[in-house]
């Protein structure tokens, strides 16, 4: 078992993930600008206005698969001795973004919701460069907690 799969074993430390993990997803959207900003606006729009709580219900639903891909990451970067998460996992970001992808790209292929998965889909071809542009905020937190 891996740092952070220990942390949200604790149900106060899991919450305190979770709403982090919301507020850095949040966070994430409000920053795109551009077209593809626009895009993503509208697409988190149409996932949080399909059920009330619905974000930090996935965050928690995902949490235990998304701890499973980041603590071998984690475990690679305390071996290498570094002292910057957020920079270690920019340097790895496209394993760390495709590891964490494989995650949601399971989950979307089984969704009973065409909305979700239109507006997953959409999303999908730009969704490994979010990742990776969140990858420093994504550390910050991971180190947070670990």
Do not use: C, W
């Amino acid at each position: 078992m891996g740092k952070l799969t220990e942390a949200i074993a604790d149900d106060a430390k899991r919450r305190q993930v979770v709403d982090d993990g919301v507020q850095l997803l949040e966070d994430e959207v409000r920053s795109k600008r551009g077209l593809s900003g626009v895009a993503v606006k509208a697409a988190f729009k149409v996932v949080k206005a399909f059920r009330p709580g619905i974000l930090p219900m996935a965050m928690n639903s995902l949490l235990d698969e998304f701890a499973a891909q980041i603590d071998p990451h984690y475990d690679a970067f305390v071996a290498s001795g570094g002292n910057d998460l957020g920079r270690y996992f920019v340097q790895n970001g496209t394993q760390i973004a495709n590891s964490l992808l494989s995650i949601t790209d399971a989950r979307a292929s089984v969704s009973p919701n065409p909305p979700l998965k239109k507006a997953y889909s959409k999303l999908r071809p730009s969704a490994a460069q979010h990742i990776e542009d969140a990858l420093p905020r994504l550390g910050a937190m991971v180190a947070r907690h670990v």
